[in-house]
Structures are given as C-alpha cells and as structure tokens.
C-alpha cells in the first residue's frame, strides 16, 4: 500500500469555473465531430465513402468482389 495521499478535500473549486470548463469542452467536442462529419459528407458526394462500412468481411476496407 503507497504511503503517499493526496488532499483535495480543502481544495475550494469555483462552481462557475467548472461550469464554463465544461461548456468549453462540450463545444470542443462538437466542433471535432463536425468537422468529421462535413468530411464524411464531402466523401459520400464524392462516392468515396462505404454506405455500409460493417459489409466488409476482412476489415481492411477494400472492397471485395
């Protein structure tokens, strides 16, 4: 068993703090997804995007005839 502990029960956290903390990696996440989620659309207009990525049997991503 390690010796060492840590204390962060007096630790005093702003309320706000934490809540503007989260909105701002909530809207961090939402634009990554986005972005991924022009580029898949930008793909499939292009016919370059597997409708049914799951169809491939050997999961390398070519497709197989």
Known sequence: ????TTHT???????AWQHDWALEGIAALER?????AAFAD???AQGR????PLDL???DGAATD
């Open 42 to 44: 930008y793909l499939a």
């Open 49 to 52: 995007l597997n409708p049914d």
């Open 9 to 15: 029960e007096g630790l005093p956290v702003d309320e």
């Open 1 to 4: 068993m390690s010796d060492h």
């Open 32 to 36: 990554y997804l986005a972005r991924h």
């Open 57 to 59: 049997d050997d999961g």
